[in-house]
């Protein structure tokens, strides 16, 4: 039988100055042999556990809404796929999302609340956990193992990577180890953290990848995956290795219809959620870096079209007008392969380094241009509070035919181009038509898009288009589509 997943956020079912870091200078706790009479050694986590287990908390929040029969709850994700839930939606499925037995009735107030986990990782009791545990929260509450319930109080938050800081008072106050050293795939991993409010539990599984993204889960996404046994509730909750040290916040699960583990579970690594506690702590906000460009992974089609040795690198595909990428003389086309002397491997890891760098800091990028190499070195400004989206990666894949047979193209003017919600200023000429079985169409060309360069020369007209395309073989297209430019390869 065929099983439709989604993607799950997991808190827990919603039922309508500088931190003094925990570092870890040894391990505070390891694996144990114990011996039964006349048995093997058996492995056990104890010790460790019980040293641990005391600093991830119970978080439940509640806040007043209201809701009509008619009200329909949005959801994270796209349309045309089961869309990623929070444990809200769990619950609407059973009791309706709104009205429950008297649909229609006007809209009143109520108060709804949900549960998931946190992690102490101060003495003084600084609180990670995520943003969707505690979110538009008028009152949140902390329970530890030994019963103390605290009010605690919400520090900031960051959306954008699912991060949230919390702070208590209290005394002898238990904290997780910080992690220093980065998960490898292969290595033990328990997940601690309270599933659908029953209480702490503790599961183990290994680590099954690291660095996942382009899961639409967050805006800034660098993953470390775990079969460890997670479930909505979990959220918020400790990632630990072995030694007793905290190395990701659990997050999200891949999940089937009923929403429970399968074995995928997702957690931000710890290092992605220090940076941003810290900036929280200190300034109540979260401030990126911010290059100017949109960007794209590099695919085998796209380095051939590039002349690249290979597919590691981000290329740039349009440098906006007065930012620092202009300033500093990057130009579409350009395949960035390095920062600071450290390799790219893909869109997302760019992305990540200039946001993790703080505004204002110069930044030594290696490019790839048909001429060979080159050093550039941007100095980052601050992202804007409405964040870019970067290009996404779009199937580039050849064909046996001519390259843009079954393409018919127009010119493009104003009109057209607010009808296609890009600038009215935007040169190149407009695609009308694609046949479904030609090699363009199979490369992401569509109807509606603006091709605006045809190998890296511009045209404005049908007729600098033909020229530009020629009889030759394959060709490299810059393409805008609804505002975000992307390079097209297609080949002969």
């Known amino acids: 039988m065929k099983t439709n997943f989604a993607l799950v956020a997991l808190a827990a079912a919603s039922l309508g100055g500088a931190v003094s870091w925990h570092y870890a200078t040894e391990h505070p706790a390891a694996p144990t042999y114990v011996y039964a009479q006349g048995g093997a050694p ?14 991830v908390v119970n978080i439940s929040s509640s806040r007043v809404v209201r809701t009509s029969g008619s009200q329909n709850r949005n959801r994270r994700g796209g349309r045309g796929q089961q869309q990623p839930q929070t444990p809200e939606d769990f619950f609407g499925q059973l009791f309706g999302n709104g009205g429950g ?11 709804e609340g949900g549960v998931g986990s946190g992690v102490i990782v101060s003495g003084d009791g600084y609180i990670l956990t995520n943003n ?13 193992n030994d ?14 990577t699912d991060i949230a800081v919390l702070k208590i008072e209290g005394r002898n106050l238990p904290a997780v180890p910080i992690g220093q050293t980065k998960p490898a795939v292969g290595d033990l991993a328990l997940a601690i953290g309270n599933p659908f409010g029953i209480g702490q539990t503790v599961t183990m599984g290994i680590v099954s990848a690291t660095g996942r993204n382009q899961m639409n889960i967050e805006q800034y996404e660098d993953f470390i995956q775990t079969d460890a046994a997670i479930n909505p509730g979990n959220s918020g909750g400790a990632l630990v290795n072995t030694n007793g040290e905290l190395i990701g916040i659990n997050t999200a699960i891949l999940a089937g219809g009923g929403g429970g583990n399968q074995g995928i579970g997702f957690a ?45 690198g981000a290329a740039l595909t349009n440098i906006e007008s007065g930012t620092p990428a202009e300033k500093a003389g990057l130009q579409a086309g350009d395949v960035v392969t390095a920062v600071n002397g450290e390799p790219i491997s893909d869109s997302n890891s760019l992305r990540l380094r200039i946001s993790r760098t703080a505004p204002g800091t110069p930044v030594r990028l290696t490019v790839q241009r048909p001429e060979g190499p080159k050093e550039v070195t941007v100095t980052l400004g601050q992202l804007p509070s409405q964040d870019k989206d970067d290009d996404g990666q779009p199937d580039l894949r050849g064909g046996n035919k001519t390259p843009l047979e079954g393409v018919s193209v127009d010119d493009l003017d104003a009109q057209t181009a607010r009808q296609l919600q890009i600038a009215p200023s935007t ?18 060309l569509r109807r509606g898009d603006v091709i605006q360069s045809v190998n890296r020369k511009p045209v404005t007209s049908v007729g600098e288009f033909e020229t530009a395309v020629g009889r030759g073989g394959s060709v490299l297209l810059l393409v805008n589509r609804g505002g975000a430019t992307r390079f097209v390869a297609i080949e002969k």
């Open 427 to 444: 040169k190149g000429v407009v695609v009308t038509e694609v046949d479904v079985a030609s090699a363009a169409y199979e490369a992401g």
């Open 132 to 144: 969707h545990v505690v979110d538009k929260a008028d009152t949140v509450k902390v329970s530890l």
């Open 42 to 55: 058996s492995l056990t986590f104890a010790p460790m556990v019980r040293k641990i287990a005391p600093a």
């Open 147 to 160: 019963r103390r319930e605290f009010t605690a109080k919400v520090i900031g938050t960051d959306p954008h």
């Open 101 to 111: 037995m008297f649909p229609g009735m006007p809209d009143q107030p109520r108060r």
């Open 268 to 312: 931000i690594p710890v290092a992605m959620a220090h940076e941003v506690m810290d900036q929280l702590v200190k300034t109540g906000k979260v401030v990126r870096g911010y290059m100017g460009a949109q960007i794209q992974d590099v695919t085998p089609t796209l380095a051939k079209a590039f002349n690249l040795k290979g597919i590691n």
